[in-house]
């Protein structure tokens, strides 16, 4: 293999590949966003063992790279006033030598590589708490009070939890775990949004069932991390929140932002407006 027939002619030819790269900077609706700040990191065979270049885009969003030598190269990019999404969303490692790495790259200036920002909008001073509750996993129901961010016994947010017994020897998995998750006057989306900063008007559920049953074969799952926007009350508030915690913990962890402005869906997060300028980790 021509890979194989290389590293037998020179051990460090991965390192002297040439490097050729073309990219493109986009807003949220696919127009060509300029004057954005392109950073380079890449490995080679410099007394560092990586270089490092800056550039910026035109006024189509275009911008490249060129006449360099290294193995694996990094591309961030940042505008002031954007957010920049995720990694998920926006690749940010291309290998050069290696056909069989996943992040390997083929330069072509027609297609260039696309990475994605997002224009900051107007935040609005929103409530952030982070809960800790320990449920001992029989059915037994706590609650959140999430104006205060305190663990109650009538609060908004209802979370019930059935897990097997916790000892010193390590459950047989799978296991049967379930929690479930209720707002009074409201429901929940569960969303995979990058910035989850509008929360829906609609189409919202009563109540969050998990429950990790041995029957699930191959979705059978020891923790459950998941993000949804919630809403209640009347006039409604909204709020978004991660849930966390796993079948063999008592702890479930909930993190999650409210806007205290009874209609307003915008959950848009700005740390110089928090109503709680500091996140609060409340425990039971």
């Known amino acids: 293999m021509e890979f194989q027939r290389r590293s037998t002619v020179d051990r460090r030819w991965e390192w002297k590949t040439p490097i050729s790269f073309f990219g493109k900077v986009i807003d949220q609706n696919d127009r060509p966003i300029a004057q954005a700040k392109i950073r380079f990191q890449w490995t080679d065979l410099s007394t560092k063992g990586t270089s490092e270049a800056e550039a910026t885009n035109d006024g189509k969003g275009l911008f490249e790279l060129q006449d360099q030598h290294g193995k694996n190269l990094g591309v961030y990019v940042t505008k002031e006033g954007f957010y920049a999404a995720s990694r998920r969303e926006n690749q940010t490692s291309f290998e050069f030598s290696s056909p069989y790495e996943k992040t390997?790259?083929?330069?072509?200036?027609?297609?260039?590589?696309?990475?994605?920002?997002?224009?900051?909008?107007d935040a609005e001073p929103l409530l952030q708490h982070s809960v800790e509750l320990a449920l001992p996993g029989n059915g037994s129901r706590r609650a959140v009070d999430l104006f205060g961010g305190k663990v109650t016994?009538?609060?908004?947010?209802?979370?019930?939890?059935?897990?097997?017994?916790?000892?010193?020897?390590?459950?047989?998995?799978?296991?049967?775990?379930?929690?479930?998750?209720?707002?009074?006057?409201?429901?929940?989306?569960?969303?995979?949004?990058?910035?989850?900063?509008?929360?829906?008007?609609?189409?919202?559920?009563?109540?969050?069932?998990?429950?990790?049953?041995?029957?699930?074969?191959?979705?059978?799952?020891?923790?459950?991390?998941?993000?949804?926007?919630?809403?209640?009350?009347?006039?409604?508030?909204?709020?978004r929140l991660i849930l966390r915690t796993n079948g063999d913990s008592k702890f479930v962890f909930i993190d999650y932002f409210l806007n205290p402005k009874p209609g307003s869906r915008n959950l848009e997060y700005d740390s110089t407006q928090d109503v709680i300028k500091e996140p609060s980790r409340i425990k039971q």
């Open 104 to 121: 390997y790259y083929e330069p072509d200036k027609a297609h260039p590589v696309i990475f994605r920002l997002l224009k900051k909008g």
């Open 153 to 239: 016994d009538t609060g908004q947010l209802q979370i019930t939890a059935w897990k097997p017994q916790l000892t010193t020897t390590p459950l047989l998995k799978p296991y049967d775990w379930r929690i479930t998750v209720e707002i009074s006057g409201g429901g929940f989306v569960e969303h995979k949004d990058t910035f989850p900063f509008t929360a829906p008007e609609d189409d919202y559920v009563s109540s969050i069932d998990l429950h990790m049953s041995p029957d699930l074969g191959p979705q059978w799952s020891v923790g459950v991390e998941r993000n949804y926007y919630f809403r209640f009350g009347t006039p409604p508030h909204y709020g």
